[in-house]
């Protein structure tokens, strides 16, 4: 399969050049004006082509419960998820359905998909997401979510002596459980990659973390986990392990290039330095961050330090959306309040990099993705330069990245296959889609969460928020 | 003019009602389920009714330089921006049409347009916004932004000794200009109203500040302006008047429950006791404060101490956007990070009555717009509640505001005249418009401002970031 987009406009060092590019066999197999078209020829006249950027952690099936979770901290705010979490195969495989398209209309090609397990139907989960991913084509990086330790043993405990009950499984059941899920969805080919992605040191045991690094090295598999999204958390890691949660992590063996790690918020200098140390990869999640209440991650020093950085939506309970302009943008400025020197802020061409390069390193794939380059697959989205929302033309890649842009996605390739043409999604009924999500939902103004009312007083002591109770 | 949408969803304290919403001369004359049709029948199924929201600070104008300014604090910033700053009256008309479509599409009714002025052509200026207000049928309040001081006395003087040049025109020319300009154009009837507007402290002497504040009285027009945006504004202050910038303003009588102030992030505790004794509205950009590195406005001590507060986009190249759905969204969630107790966050219908309601409060139009009440104009939205980006159904005033709505305006009417239908503009030709705004432009990389490179080191010495140069 062949083809040639011509006259798209592209950024080059010194500001932009109209050029064609032509892609066989899935890849891109030259970038130059004026190109002998080979196969179907597109026209990309008063188009931006970009590399597709990574929605580099998300967890799909939070899509049934956006909008509706009060404004409340992690801690509570999980605690009303669980509550309410979609519990059959079908409602996953429609929500995966759901963020691909999202992730789509807003620049991205690659879905890292932390995806919350339906207990006793776990492989029925990422059978269910896995066939969502292959049949819309997006790229997927599925880490099915683990833990081997209850909710409540996420929070500090202080000097309560708090009991938390036995997690439902076994670590090693669960560890079992992913290599038969390895074996049975691990299949880049086909675009779908298994990630070894336990949720995090608040819920997670040694044992735990040490099975996934030997899954991940025998398997050649990237790993991926939450780190430190809440002053709770970093209080806890010091009540576990006398240290700091990163410091424990290096120590155990979990960081490494092919280690990528959501939020990040809570770090401190030497963490920075160890982060730096070890290669991984900090992903941003700037609008669950802000509205679960959990801080703003240090990403100016992440980049001063050389720690790579990408961009995520996180679930859409947290955020409320999938989109991931929303996402780069707000992720990029939100970290001019941090520091007065304007000439350390990230500028848009900067932002893109992150988005699409610094996503595809974090997934052990920057040989083959996540840049415009001769031999990297054909990952790349065409933006529609005359949309209202990115006019007046000025820079357009500021317009992108710093702007709202709306309806700009004109058309989107993965591995080389078109997916998106002149705005509409081509692999999958979109309208369908829609209705099956409406059937399967109802309005409602408000919802009693039980586990919330049993552990919110036990938050508000350790958390010091007696005070205002 | 009358008639009557049937079957809406509107917002109740309990939750949501299905209910019928008739207006007769362009005011609410009824609500409630199943009333007698009155006029022409529109169709509410699925869709959500609210009250339209308030734009409530933006300069349309900048909409010619959206995407293109480079990470730069405001004071480089807007030096920056008067280098290339619109010189024609028709490139005002134009940017006026998009900033009132933009804020259409993202749930707006009203937009405070505080604007820049083309030197030597102040009062075409004003006619070509009052012009494309008027055809396209948004409800206007224009204040011309005026100032008595050149640019470079905008920024602390520290111990440099520097002379600013005098400023183009003399207070007292200003002051009359500003009296045509009422004379002239301030017609609320035909939904044009004049607004005092003095650029703020940082360029205004206090014979501006009181030539305002007669004018304001003797006419019955609200007042608005910057305050407080960054620190060095701060700073200014207390080199300009030994006393902080609210304590100066509240002397000769600027605040009032008429006034309305942008920004207002650099509010100590006693400076917003002040504010909410003397009743004046805070106007938050939490966009504009991000992208220039300004700083978090203290909102939830605002709402907290009993302070009026709206939301406003501010101009198009310090956003870069004129969404106010995203504008709401951000100025919303961001608090949560400066608060560890979540009781006090802003929970999504708080968010909606700031913006409806808080912004005709600081209007001094509370009595006429900002809530779905009979007896008030007719100026709401209404959503399609069938959108993706607001599916799956949950809560839907969470879903648009914590979410990310594409498409989701169906419906606008203003003053009882529908000016959007069907998700389209119905009183101008938007694609016209594209036209126009693409015709008139051209991409560009990068461009070099001439007074930012002449006054970025006195910028960089006052503000110690030597260090760093």
Redesign the interface.
């Given at each position: 399969m062949s083809f040639t987009i011509q006259n798209a406009?592209i950024p080059v060092e010194?500001?932009?050049e109209t050029a064609d590019v032509q892609v066989v066999d899935n890849c891109i197999s030259a970038i130059a004006p004026n190109l002998e078209p080979a196969g179907r020829v597109i026209d990309g006249k008063n188009k931006l082509l970009l590399p597709g950027f990574v929605n580099a952690h998300t967890h799909s099936s939070e899509?049934?419960?956006?909008?509706?979770?009060?404004?409340?901290?992690l801690e509570?705010w999980i605690a009303e998820l669980y509550d309410f979490t979609p519990l059959e195969p079908e409602q996953v495989y429609l929500?995966a359905l759901?963020t691909a398209?999202?992730t789509w209309?807003s620049g991205g090609t690659s879905v890292v998909d932390h995806l919350v397990l339906i207990p006793g139907q776990e492989l029925e989960t990422i059978a269910a997401a896995v066939r969502a991913y292959q049949e819309i084509g997006i790229r997927a990086f599925i880490g099915p979510l683990i833990q081997d330790e209850s909710l409540t043993a996420g929070m500090p405990a202080g000097d309560s002596g708090i009991e938390h009950a036995a997690y439902i499984r076994s670590t090693k059941a669960t560890l079992e459980l992913m290599e038969t899920a390895i074996k049975q969805f691990h299949n880049p080919e086909k675009g779908v990659n298994m990630l070894l992605a336990p949720t995090g040191i608040q819920l997670c045991s040694d044992a735990l973390f040490e099975g996934c690094i030997e899954l991940s090295d025998r398997y050649n598999l990237c790993r991926h986990a939450h780190l430190l999204e809440t002053?709770a958390q970093k209080q806890l890691a010091h009540e576990k392990y006398g240290c700091s949660a990163v410091e424990h992590l290096q120590e155990i063996g979990y960081l490494s290039p092919r280690t990528s790690l959501a939020h990040c918020v809570w770090l401190d200098d030497s963490d920075i330095a160890i982060m730096a140390e070890t290669g991984a990869t900090v992903v941003h999640n700037p609008?669950s961050?802000?509205?679960?209440?959990?801080?703003?991650a240090p990403i100016l020093k992440y980049r001063q330090a050389g720690v790579n950085v990408s961009f995520g939506c996180d679930g859409?309970a947290s955020?409320?959306?999938q989109?991931l302009l929303?996402a780069i943008k707000?992720g990029s400025?939100?970290h001019?309040?941090t520091?007065?020197?304007?000439?350390?802020?990230?500028?848009?061409r900067q932002s893109v990099e992150m988005a699409s390069l610094g996503g595809a390193k974090g997934l052990n794939a920057a040989d083959e993705m996540g840049s415009l380059t001769v031999g990297k697959k054909a990952d790349f989205v065409l933006y529609d330069?005359?949309s209202?929302?990115?006019?007046?033309?000025?820079?357009?890649?500021?317009?992108?990245i710093?702007?709202?842009p709306?309806?700009a996605v004109d058309s989107v390739w993965v591995n080389g296959k078109q997916i998106v043409a002149e705005g509409k999604v081509t692999t999958i009924d979109?309208d369908a889609?829609?209705r099956k999500?409406?059937d399967?939902?109802?309005?409602?103004?408000?919802r009693q969460s039980q586990t919330v009312s049993e552990i919110e007083a036990h938050y508000r002591k350790v958390?010091?928020?007696q005070g205002?109770s």
């Open positions: 406009l010194s500001g932009y899509m049934w419960q956006r909008g509706i979770i009060p404004p409340l901290p509570l929500s759901g398209v999202e209309l002053p609008l961050n802000l509205r679960l209440g959990s801080g703003i859409a955020n409320d959306s989109d929303e707000i400025i939100l001019n309040i520091d007065l020197d304007y000439r350390q802020w990230i500028t848009p330069l005359t209202l929302s990115l006019l007046p033309r000025t820079d357009p890649i500021g317009l992108l710093l702007g709202r709306t309806n979109v889609l829609r999500l409406f399967r939902s109802e309005w409602t103004g408000k958390m010091n928020l205002y």
